[in-house]
């Protein structure tokens, strides 16, 4: 059994930061990547950010310059850096864990709200 436990959301004015962090803990096979979705209010779930094992990223146009995802192998961790957050960033982040076993495993979601 695999636990993704989550923190750093919250709520911040546009243009501010916040740092959302990820702690996976289990019987974890191997891991392929992390990573961080999100669902905006009427708004489809969708990916912000992702990083392999080897350390290469995604991230999704919406985010390019202002988020930075970051992974820790050896502690089974991964961060997500969000700078000059904008009222649109306002969404539930779930944390991604896709094992090496192609298992996709995801945290309960963390409230980030940037007001205007």
């Known amino acids: 059994q695999v636990q993704l436990v989550e923190s750093g959301g919250g709520l911040v004015q546009a243009g501010g930061s916040l740092r959302l962090s990820c702690a996976a803990f289990g019987s974890i096979f191997s891991i392929n990547a992390m990573g961080w979705y999100r669902q905006g209010p009427g708004k489809q779930f969708e990916l912000v950010a992702a990083?392999?094992?080897?350390?290469?990223?995604n991230y999704a146009d919406f985010v390019k310059g202002r988020f930075t995802i970051s992974r820790d192998n050896a502690k089974n961790t991964v961060d997500l850096q969000m700078n000059s957050l904008k009222p649109e960033d306002t969404a539930v982040y779930h944390c991604?864990?896709?094992?090496?076993?192609?298992?996709?495993?995801w945290g309960q979601g963390t409230q980030v709200t940037v007001s205007s």
């Open positions: 991604n864990l896709h094992s090496g076993d192609l298992v996709n495993y």
């Open positions: 990083i392999t094992s080897d350390g290469s990223t």
